[in-house]
Each structure stands twice: as C-alpha cells, then as structure tokens.
DNA sequence: CTTCAAAATGAAAACGTTTACAATTAAGCA
DNA sequence: TGCTTAATTGTAAACGTTTTCATTTTGAAG
C-alpha cells in the first residue's frame, strides 16, 4: 500500500557467473556473439542469465570499449515542427542503426547550445548532430568539434570545414520566387530575417538573384525575430500590414513564418490567396492541412535525417573520415495559397515560363549533387 | 584537405594529476564542491583542468555513483503535435534539475516498446517517463518496471500501480459534450477509437455520460485506425461522410483526428463550422491556427510535464516513494469550429445553460486534486 | 596410453571515476 | 620546542564490464 522498499539489487556478470560455476569472462563470451566458447556451457549460462533476470550494464561496457552507442542530438526547440519531424527520422534511423539518442535543447540561445554540445560530450556520446541555433554558433562551439565526430544539419556553417546536410536553400527560394513571377507577380516581397543563419542567408539571395535575373525589383521586409514560431510571424506580418501594402505576393522564409502571416492576414481581413499570394518554405506537416494548404519549397527531412546519421555513423567507424557536405535538391510543393495574377492568362503559359528556368539555376552552393 | 587524423586521446583526472603534483584523489576533491581540500590546491588544480581542457566522463562518475543523471523518455512518436510538446516541456524541466533525456520512440507498436524499455534500462537510466502506446502496454511492461522509477503519462493504465499523470479525460470529453448541447445540438457523432486506451476509453464514456446526462442519445462512429494521425482521421472521416449525415456535430477523441475530418469535409463540401460543428481534444498547437481554430479541450501539457518530472525525481532520490497519481483538469478552449444549431437563441442563454452543470461533473477516475 | 594441437576457460588488468581509510601535514597551545 | 588535534592529502578498493594472456581441458592421432 504505502512505499515498497525494493532491494533493488541488480543482478551483475559476477552473479551469473557464481551461479553457474563458471569465471565472469566466461559468462560475457557467451553473451557475445562471436566468442570462442562451447555450445553447452553458452546455454547453461544463458538459462542462468534468464532465470536471474540478468541484463547487460551498458555503462560498466561503455567504459572498457570505449563507446557509447549514443548520438547527441543538439538542436533549438523539439517544438518546432520541422525539427521534430527531423528528429523523428534522426531516430528512427539512428536506432536501426543499433544507436540511441540524447536530446538537448538550446532554446535558441547560443550560451545553452554550448552548455549543451558540452552535456552530451561530457556523457561520452559517440557523435553529435546539431542544428544550430545561428551562424555564431561556429566560433563558440570550434574548439568542441575536434573531440567527436559532428555533423551539422540544416546549416552550413559556410567557415566551418565541418561536415554537413542542408537543402539547397538558394535554389529552393529561387524556383519559388521564379514560381511567383510566373504566376504573374512583379511584387513580391520577401518576408523574414536575413542575418542570423547561413541558410536564411542563402534563402534570401536565392530570392534575390531570381527577381534580378528576372527583371524584378527584390523587396525586403526584415523581421527582428527569428523566423522560428508562428507567434514571431504573426507579430510581424501584422507590422507589415500596416506599414506597408505595396505587394502582390509574400515569400516567407519559413512555413512558420508563413503561417504567421496567414494568422494576421485573417485578422486584417486580407484573403490568400485572392488578395495576396503567400510562398513557404520547409513544407512542415501542417502545411498540408486543408484550410492551410500553404505553396511552400519541401526540404527532403526524411532524407536529410537518412544522411546525417550516415555520415555521423560513418565518421564514427572510421575514426575521422573526411568531412562530407551534402547539399540535398528542395522540391516546390504547389498547393493553393499562391495563385496568378492575371486569371486570364491560361495556366499552360504559366508552366511553360516556369520550367523555362528552374532548371537551370546556378546555386553558389551547392557542392555536390543530390542525393 | 583529406582525413584529418587526430590522436583523440582525452585527458583524464591521472593526467591532470601528473601535471598538478597531488593524486588523482585530489583533482576529483578539487572539483566536487563540498570536499575539504586547501583553497590554493584546488586552484592550482583547476588551473591545470584548465590549460589541458579536462572535462570529467560521465559514463565513469556514473559507474561508482551508481547514478547516470538520464532519464528514459519512451514514447509512440516524436512526430506528433501532442508528443513533440510534451517532450519539449519534459526536457526543459528535466535540464533544469540537471537530468538529461534519452529518447526511444515505440512507433506506436508494443514489441517496439518493449524494447525502448530495455534499451534505456540497460544504460541505467535513473528513472522512465512513458507515454504508453495502448493500454496492452502494461502487461508487457510489468516486469520491467520495478527496476527504475517509473512514471506514466497521458494514461493511467487503471489496473496498474504505478504512478501516472494524466488529464481527466472523462471530465473532458464530459464538459465538451455538454458544450455542444448547450449550443443546441441533439445529435453528437462521437468520433474516435473507443478501446485502445484507458485514455480513449475515459473519453468515450465521458462523452455517453453527458448525453445520457441530458437525454441525448450517444452516436458513436468507431475508428479502426488509432486517433494519432491526421491521416487516420481524415480516412476514417471520408468513410463517414459516406455511411452518414445524421448528425449536426462531431465530437473527436484528439485534435489531429479533427484534423482529419476538417480535411474530409473540405474534400466533400462539408462547411465547418456552418453545416457541422466540430469538437477537438488536447489543444495542440495547430489547434489555433487561422483558418483552423478549433474548439477544443484543452490538456495542461506542461503543467503535466511538470509535475511528471517531479514526481519522477521525487522517487528516485527517496528511493521509491508510494505511488502518485495525478490527474489535472481540462479546460475548454472555444474557438470557431463549434456554433449554435439556433442561431437565434441568444448568446447569453446558451452560456447560462453551459454554467449550469459544468461545475459538478462527478469524474469517476480524478482520484486527486489538480495542481 | 602418450602426445600434441586446438579449443575452452580462468586470472587479471584496464576503462575513469569516487570515497573510505590511512597517512601526512599544518596549526594551536603550553 | 614538543604535544595534540584538526585539516589536508595519498592509497587503494570499488563500480561492471571486455579482453589479453596464460592455463587447463578436450579430442584426435600415433
């Protein structure tokens, strides 16, 4: 009824090993598979195993091979829907892998990030994934990389040699904002914050490099907050609307982003796509939701996950391979926030001006073919 | 250019010791807090820590402290709004006592588990925190669970002991149901999977309850798919709005369920709140979206985290205290997606009607006060 | 029944810490 | 200076494994 006071005595090799008259080598060879040890003693120790209720200590094993079988996953907030739908594929994979996770979060604050890398080290993990929190992330956390392998997600680190795993984000707000001015728009303002993050960087030349190339006039409404939750979003756009209405279409930078957008268009009783047509990027699982059903660039998650864990494990087995960089090809994912300007124009043009050009972008960046 | 092959040695507490003349004894002094060592020793000490970068190994303080700082966090999915918001709060509150968290996904199956279960044990977590997959669980898991505190989350499997924290689900639903009668509805299409868990089960019978409550006749369309996809509640609801149109509401056991069947009714011209009145459970965080804005009932997910963590903590450091279990109020969260079958009854009865039996709805599972 | 190689097992060291206990040093006091 | 006691430091064991190396057992061949 009230506390039960379990011994809690766990059982250890030595016990086993008494138990069945053999020496504890003897009892971990017949734990391991490919150890020189007779079939009848293997199974005497393992019924004594059984009916003990023994279970390998991965710690005490973890010091004497020196390794953990743990992957650090750093990354700002698992309440962000495109990072959870990463860390979803991250594990997955990790795990079929025979690799477990440690989650750690740095709330999106450079000082946490490095208390964090620096938790997981502490715990021995065998690698780290990190999506980093921002470009400054690099100087802080250098002198840390050296000591295990580490591959960066979502984010080249454009200084770093570490390797890493993004999208290819200059081509994918390229094809969008190309997508735009097939659709007929001239006025398309970019909506999001350029600085903190390479791939915001990236994301915002991308969109640039298409309007000029394209005859079109870039226009820049910088947010002052990170492009991370719908709230930031929704504060700004609702900024944007009363500052401004000199556009016909919004690129937000990301779906979250967007989704802030859509929130305080509703609010200023602004229609998407009718009056405004509004582009993501990341193409997060609500994207699809109906009622939503938000135009973004998809960033191939599952795949990215796929290759990080293959890197890491890879860098992991070899002690210190060369650094990878894998820049993976973003899709557009048409649905029906964004549409054309001028209706009367049949949609057959509209495709044919788009794929004039999409396939040919030229993306500073993107170091190796896709996947 | 190529592999950069560093030596990797790490340093250790001998190492400094070497250079800092004292024994290895000294150096662990140095660092732990309250020993009694000389102020300029453990300077110099420090200093030394210092200029070769040492940092202490966890997995070998584990080992003779018999404790690892980890707590096992078993769950179906990362990917999933509920799951992902939970395990945001969970960490949070987990770093701040200085617990970090392994992370095992189940995929909703019970072997899978089973296995995370073993997994975590096996690397001597302190304590579990598990978001069981169904309510077959606890069977399976019996055996495992006196070996580590142990705390159940988002269900009480009723016939087990152990400690859990959960919301009411049966006041839940209870207090939803008697919302949509209050707007007039007669006809409540109970929409879910009725047995799986103790969770859904709770749910359903809250439901019945309420309409028997109040001489309306329980309808329920059961899922033979769980409610955790937005993609099962939107097969599940095209199946519906085939078989039937008797109904003027839908009451759905989870949000994403009521995703699914937004995202039917969009495909069938089904308007939402207009023709049908749509009722969600949990308020994840798309819940609120534009467009979206969907009645809910709400679950205090971090305030269940909270107090999960807490009472997970609590176990482990006075070595298995009794049992805890919570079970916190969930509120109603209106927004659009429910209206009045009347539009002309005036507001202000419906609202009286609502507050009329909320307030004493006798739950037959809510064993304690909320936090 | 030896002999000998091969196979199986055992003994002990190692992984990097913490901590009980013993030994040393410092400090206070007559 | 010597004595006593408190504060500091060192020694060694322990945590639960794996693995090297040495030893024993096995079994086949002579």
Redesign the interface.
Known sequence: M?????T?K?VTIKDVAREANVSYATVSRALSPGSSIREDTRQRVLEVCDRLGY??????R??VMRE?R?LG?VLP???N?FM??M??HI??IA?SLDY??????S?YDLKEEEKAI???????VDGIIIIPTARDSYPNLKKYL??VPTVFVNENLMEAPESYVTVDNYRGTFIGAEYLMALGHKRILYFGRRSTTATHTLRAMGYQDACLQHGVEPMFFDSYTDATT?TNGYEMARQLFRERQDFTAIQASTDTFA?GV??A???YGIRIPEDISLLGFDNI??AQ????NLTTIEQPKAAMADVAVNILVGKIQN????YSHRVLTPTLTKRSSCMPIDLSRPESEIEWRLRLSTNDVHSPFAHELPL
Chains 1, 2 share one sequence.
């Open positions: 009230s506390a039960s006071n379990q809690k766990t279970t390998t200590n991965y710690v005490a973890s010091m953990t743990l996953l907030s698992i309440d829907p959870s739908e860390a979803y594990e997955c795990r477990s996770i440690m989650l750690c979060s709330s620096n938790l997981v080290l502490g715990r021995q050296n000591k719908i989704l859509l929130q268009a509703d609010e699982r609500y939701l109906p009622k939503i002690d210190f391979e060369a």
